[in-house]
Each structure stands twice: as structure tokens, then as C-alpha cells.
């Protein structure tokens, strides 16, 4: 809520005419009233920013997790495929844990790659 300042009776300075006289205390009181209706409104603003911030956040969270669960799945199936494309070849049983060892070898190399990474920014912000 915005305040106005008082227009509705000038006071008239010694019979000037449209010369108001006003004394500190009244302008201090109107900056004062003025100032409160600013802080509230831009209080206002920013409870607005932040919910609108926080809706967005929650929407990404929700779709980059229902993401993540179709990646996953993805990943599964391409596994359970490799077995099957494999134990045509060889044994189904050795075919399962050729898939597996394969994976368990790029997951510690990439977990290696991460460990690199994360020795990298240490050595880098370490004064």
C-alpha cells in the first residue's frame, strides 16, 4: 500500500498562494509512512520471486529424477540385452557375468575420472 502525500489542505504561507508550509516532523512522518509502504511492498515482491523460484526448482527436481529413473531403466535393459545377445554365443551363465565385469570395469574407471576430477579442484583452490 503506497501512501500519498497530504494535498487535500495546503496550508498557505503567509498568503502566498500555492505555497505550502509543512513542518519537519510532518515531512519525516510522511518519508517515514512512505519508506514502510516501500519495504513492504518490495517485501512483497520478493516473497513472490522466491515462491516462483522455488516452484521452478521443485519442477526441475521432479522431471531430472523421472529422468534419472528412465535412464536407469534404459541402462538395465541394455544390460539384460547384452546377457541375452551373449548367451547365444556362450554359456548364459558366463554371458551374465561378462555384462556384469564389464560394468563393475567403467564404473571404477569413471569413479577414478571423479576422483581425479575432485584432486584437481582441491589442488586448485588450496591457497
Known amino acids: ?11 498557505l504561507n503567509s498568503g502566498e498562494e500555492g ?4 513542518s519537519v516532523r510532518d515531512v519525516f512522518s510522511r518519508l517515514y509512512a512512505d519508506g ?7 517485501a512483497d515482491r520478493q516473497k513472490l520471486r522466491l515462491s516462483l523460484v522455488g516452484i521452478g526448482v521443485r519442477n526441475a527436481a521432479v522431471l531430472g529424477l523421472v529422468a534419472l529413473m528412465l535412464a536407469f531403466a534404459s541402462i538395465v535393459s541394455l544390460l539384460v540385452g547384452l546377457i541375452i545377445a551373449l548367451s547365444r554365443h556362450i554359456e548364459p551363465l558366463w554371458a551374465t557375468l561378462i555384462v556384469t565385469g564389464g560394468g563393475l570395469v567403467v564404473t571404477i574407471a569413471l569413479l577414478l575420472l571423479a576422483k581425479g576430477c575432485i584432486t584437481r579442484m582441491k589442488k586448485a583452490i588450496t591457497p
Not at 500500500?1 to 496550508?11: C, K, R
Not at 514502510?36 to 518490495?42: D, G, H, K, V
Request: a negative charge.
Open 1 to 11: 500500500m503506497a501512501v500519498t502525500p497530504n494535498a487535500e489542505q495546503p496550508e
Open 36 to 42: 514502510r509502504a516501500y519495504a513492504a511492498a518490495e
Open 19 to 22: 505555497t505550502r508550509t509543512e
